[in-house]
């Protein structure tokens, strides 16, 4: 027999319960895999709870073991560890978006778009994404200052994901493609910055994006600028002595 208090610590049965027997293969009793599960859906709700309450750098073990209350050993049994405890946790969340919460549309109609259109399509998909997100924020906002296992692990999940933005925006090697990705990646990270920073002593006062006329008012600049700087350069390949997409950009200023 296997000691009631071991399967209690274990697989989070009370203490003094009955054991259970193990099968005459060997493996335990259907009981103790539903309670592999239960145990399982504890430590993930403990993991999501605090990275939400206290953010990722203090999204630690030992944080998520006490509040769980559960044993160390059953992260390392059942995850492999905090990493594998945070894949398993994105894997099973909206962590990441998806293809649809970017284009609104599959991916076969989406790459016949203008090349403006698509970029518009990705940028305005992530921004109203992000915007209902505040753990993802809190991660993004960590990420700048902190590292850790946890950090790690969502900065590689994020870096693929990116990458799949990339390659949803290009279908060819072409040099204005390949100028759309570096725009893309730059207004991302200073769309990403204005979010993490609302709230924040650093923020920015043009769009606090405590409203949502601030997330409207950003959203348009955002498609502005896009449409000003790509068409302008376009312009520009096609006849230097076209406005420059700075001139562009400013012209009749709503």
Known sequence: QIPAEWIAATFGGSRGSAPHTPTAAGLYSPVLARDRKRTERLILDAFGHILARDGPHRTTLNAVVDHAGVGRHLVYRQFGGLRGLALAWIRETDYLPTEADLLGQSAAGFSGLPLETRLKC?????????????????????????RGAVLEVFGQLRRERLEGMAKLLCSDDSGSQSEAVAFGTILLAAVEHLVISRGRAAGYPAWTLDCDSDWTCLSAWVERIIDRVLSGARAEREDPSAPTSYQLMFEHNP
């Open 122 to 146: 990705l940028l305005m998909g992530y921004l109203t994404w992000l915007r209902d997100r505040p753990i993802n924020q809190k991660v993004l906002a960590a990420a700048l200052a902190d």
